[in-house]
């Protein structure tokens, strides 16, 4: 199975209309989080509607706790990214190919 990665610079952040695009299926994606950027302030984690962004554990050079991406579940929203006032975040959606059809 071949997989394609879209990059989203800027997603729409309305869910309803990923379902539309997916037909009806959820949109798939995950994000990248600079941790040496990032200066742990939170905002990407308030409006994650899927709450799969959280603080970690571990300090960066700064000193500070940045976001962590937890693994599964993003639906590449693009919340977090529009969010960032660091822009530290890059978000990721799976590509589906479209079928030809036949005429």
């Known amino acids: 199975m071949e997989r394609k990665v879209q990059f989203l610079p800027r997603a729409c952040p309305i869910e309803k ?6 037909g009806g299926e959820r949109m798939r994606g995950y994000i990248m989080i600079d941790s040496e950027r990032c200066k742990g302030c939170g905002l990407c984690i308030n409006v994650c509607p899927v709450k799969v962004i959280g ?36 978000v990721f959606r799976d590509v589906k190919k479209k079928e030809k059809m036949k005429v």
Request: net charge positive; charged share 20%.
């Open 17 to 22: 209309i990923f379902l539309r695009e997916s």
């Open 55 to 90: 603080f970690s554990k571990k300090y960066n050079s700064k000193g500070y706790h940045p976001a962590e991406y937890k693994g599964e579940g993003c639906i590449a929203c693009g919340l977090c990214y529009l969010s960032c006032p660091d822009v530290c975040i890059t």
